[in-house]
């Protein structure tokens, strides 16, 4: 029997213990691969990614292979009647300059070109484009016999042209022989004209590189705008909302720059509309810009002086907006070009200044957006008019406006960063002063309840803050207080009130002077500890018109109880008064000492104010001398009290 127990508290033991110690083992295995995924989350997935892709930019063969199409020379001529028919405009350009390119400077006027195309040594399919992406329609003939060869516009083409990626194109297919073409186009923008031949093999995949960059462009921006926006929502914040208007402009500045403008959300922009939307969006992009730099940099501008600057790049885009409606395109572009060229180089002025004196990290990465769309913008009309290919491909309106777009928002969030630091240091600033100031803090709900108080208000109402105690208004103070505090708080009862709280144990009440206000349906208020002062003022107010050895009444609460209940009674109301004083007092004090006078004179007053009715006071108006008044008391009366207060055999003090 005995084995059998111990053999059952064994078993109980081991499935009790042991079953503890393989639950902890299996807890720290949870605690661990949790560990190991986390990290293995944060930093091997984000460094893999990184290497990869700095792999796939460097090492790896493009998606869209092709060495790209080659320039045509051409000729070229300005139609500034618009009256030239297709034969005279190609015995015209018999005398005009060779050129590979051409730029229209803002001209509106048709232009003639004629150019030649050659046999390609492998035979394939001959496709020519006239890449300029402000080209408005443009007609071609075969220049050794005028036939047609299409014509084109943002709204329609007839083949063989037709609408590639930001202009229009001609299908020439295998030639046999060299193949002159004569093109007129319009324009609307500063065009560059200009003629490249590809083989079809290569033109295809250029076009869908083109529709990628393009896709990629409008997803990327479009959703970080989507993010900003919601994050506006969320934190309430305008500057957010200001930040999503901007990327949305730029990304219209891109498309305008790479020629995909001409779409908004895959539908075709309308021809009426497009010059109308290409004004408004620079005007759009060149405030929003401004507004945003001024309202990011708000407190470093401050610091950096020099208001003036800004003040003018702001007073700048008035004339632009109004410029934007009343001037055609060609004469908008140019106020525009001179309007940023002066913003520019302002905001380039602060952007150094907040650098050097505040060393702000939002004004380094909004410099590094900002320098980057400089550095694209320039680079692209450097490449076009040097002809440098060193960085094409890598550097565009694509990589541009996303960079710049990321770093801008690289800027915001840094600036949140900073805000939420400064926030959080002021709240945990607040809450040691909350915990640590001497008055006492407190939150109570509409219905009286206490949500949450402070230290100093926990000592002060007795309440140990580690227990989850919901307690009332009432509970702590005088009936009725619940109704005062909300007279205060509705301003019936001025700024502040004097309560009493409830007793506690052996400690007498304690007074608290209140304040407090209405905060979002909830009490927000302070308690001070007056007790003392409280007492101090009775006390003086007491002394004021109380003797201080006996605590009757002195001269002046003699005089003043007289006063009122004279005041008090009607015509024939009764009223006596009765004069006390002690015989052979001085032996007392001459025998004894004063402080057994002394004595004797508190258990007179006690005695007597003993045997004195309700409504009758005694006041000491000398050494030994009292007075009493008797209120609605006949004389008769009064004689007989002041009888019974001085019985016949007086009593013997103590020897």
């Known amino acids: 029997m005995h084995a059998a127990g111990y053999l059952r508290a064994y078993s109980t033991a081991r499935r009790r213990f042991g079953g503890f110690a393989i639950f902890r083992s299996i807890n720290g295995t949870d605690t661990a691969i949790d560990s190991l995924l986390f990290r293995f989350s944060i930093y091997g997935v984000p460094i893999a990614i990184g290497v990869v892709s700095l792999l796939a930019f460097f090492a790896w063969d493009s998606q869209y292979p092709g060495s790209g199409g080659t320039n045509l020379e051409f ?45 390609t040594s492998r035979g394939d399919a001959t496709e020519l484009e006239l890449p300029s992406r402000h080209a408005v329609e443009t007609t071609c003939w075969n220049a050794s016999d005028l036939t047609s060869l299409g014509h084109a516009s943002r709204s329609a083409a007839v083949r063989p042209m037709k609408a590639v990626k930001a202009a229009f194109t001609i299908e020439l297919g295998r030639l046999h022989s060299p193949v002159t073409v004569l093109c007129r186009g319009t324009f609307a923008g500063p065009a560059r004209i200009s003629v490249v031949r590809w083989s079809a093999s290569e033109l295809d995949p250029s076009i869908q590189k083109f529709h990628r960059e393009s896709g990629l462009l409008d997803g990327g921006l479009i959703v970080l705008t989507l993010f900003v926006l919601l994050t506006a929502i969320i934190n309430r914040e305008w500057i957010y909302v200001l930040f999503a208007a901007w990327l949305v402009a730029n990304l219209r500045m891109a498309a305008l720059s790479a020629g995909w403008d001409t779409q908004w959300f895959a539908r075709t922009v309308p021809l009426d509309w497009m010059l109308p939307m290409r004004k408004a969006t620079i005007a759009a992009y060149y405030v929003l810009t401004i507004t945003l730099f001024g309202r990011l940099f708000r407190n470093e501008l401050i610091r950096v002086g020099y208001p003036k600057f800004l003040r003018l790049a702001q007073w700048s885009c008035v004339p632009v907006l109004i410029f934007m409606v009343v001037l055609p395109y060609s004469q908008f ?34 410099s590094a957006s900002l320098g980057i769309a400089l550095f694209a913008s320039l680079y692209e009309v450097i490449s076009a008019a040097l002809g440098i290919k060193t960085l094409i491909g ?70 140990d803050l580690s227990e989850n105690i919901h307690k009332h208004w009432s509970d702590f103070f005088e009936p009725g207080a619940w109704g005062r505090l909300q007279d205060l708080v509705s301003g019936r009862a001025g700024q502040e009130i004097e309560i009493r709280s409830v007793p506690k144990d052996a400690q007498g009440p304690k007074w608290f002077l209140v304040k407090a206000t209405i905060s979002k349906d909830r009490i927000e208020g302070s308690l001070q500890d007056i007790t003392d002062r409280y007492e101090a003022t009775e006390r003086l107010r007491f002394l004021a018109e109380n003797d201080p050895l006996t605590g009757v009444l002195n001269r ?42 002394d004595e004797v004179l508190k258990q007179l007053c006690h ?20 007075v009493i008044v008797f209120r609605n008391t006949p004389v008769r009366s ?16 103590p020897q």
């Open 394 to 463: 890598t550097v565009n309106s694509v990589t541009a406006a996303l960079s710049s777009s990321l770093m801008a928002a690289l800027a915001i969030a840094e600036q949140m960063r900073l805000e939420r630091q400064e926030k959080v240091k002021a709240q945990a600033e607040l809450r040691s002063t909350y915990d640590a100031i001497p008055i006492g803090l407190f939150t109570l709900d509409k219905d009286g309840a206490f949500v949450r108080f402070n230290p100093a208000s926990s000592e002060m109402l007795g309440v």
């Open 638 to 653: 009064g004689a007989d009290i002041c009888r019974r207060v001085i019985p016949r055999r007086p009593p013997k003090f």
């Open 333 to 366: 572009l140019p106020y525009v070009w001179l309007s940023a060229a002066f913003s520019i180089a302002v905001l380039v002025f602060y952007m150094v200044r907040i650098l050097f004196i505040t060393r702000s990290t939002v004004a380094m990465w909004y």
């Open 75 to 119: 000729r070229y001529l300005q139609d500034a009647s618009g009256t030239l028919k297709p034969a005279q405009a190609l015995a015209h350009l018999d005398a005009a300059p060779t050129v590979q390119f051409h730029d229209t400077r803002l001209s509106e006027a048709s232009f003639w070109i004629r150019f030649v195309v050659p046999v």
């Open 607 to 626: 005695r007597i104010k003993g045997t004195l009715p309700r409504g009758c006071d005694i006041g000491r108006v000398g050494g030994d001398e009292f």
């Open 556 to 597: 002046h609460g003699i005089e003043t109880v007289l006063g009122e209940t004279i005041d008090a009674l009607a015509d024939d109301g009764p009223l006596a008064i009765a004069y006390l004083d002690l015989d052979r007092f001085k032996l007392i004090n001459d025998l004894y000492g004063h402080l057994a006078g």
